[in-house]
């Protein structure tokens, strides 16, 4: 079993920026790759971007690209979401999650998720 916290959500006026944090305890070796979702009231979750243990460059959302980067630190099992000129649609709860194998976009190829932390964003 793999268990994800998240951490850094709350309240920000628009055009603003947060970061997210996401660590990962258990049985980390089954966290190849970590990625970012989110879900608002009412709607699907949304895939963000996608970072494997591998390296290489993210995976984004192109909602996403340019605003939102993700990063990884490998040696503290954590990932983090940097959010830049943040927008009222952006709230959301935020969501961990990670795959074993090789992850994807869509919430179903992941294994192991968060609780979420809530990100709000006002006008």
């Known amino acids: 079993q793999v268990q994800l916290a998240e951490s850094g959500g709350g309240l920000v006026q628009a055009g603003g920026s947060l970061r997210l944090s996401c660590v990962a305890s258990?049985?980390?070796?089954?966290?190849?790759?970590m990625a970012w979702f989110r879900q608002a009231p009412g709607k699907e979750r949304e895939f963000l971007a996608a970072i494997s243990r591998s390296g290489g460059s993210p995976r984004y959302a192109e909602s996403v690209k340019g605003r939102f980067t993700g990063t990884r630190d490998i040696a503290r099992n954590t990932v983090h979401l940097q959010m830049n000129s943040l927008k009222p649609e952006d709230t959301a709860v935020y969501y961990c999650a990670s795959d074993r194998a090789y992850g994807g976009t869509t919430p179903t190829s992941y294994d192991y998720w968060g609780q979420g932390t809530q990100v709000t964003v006002s006008s």
């Open positions: 258990g049985r980390t070796y089954d966290s190849y790759v």
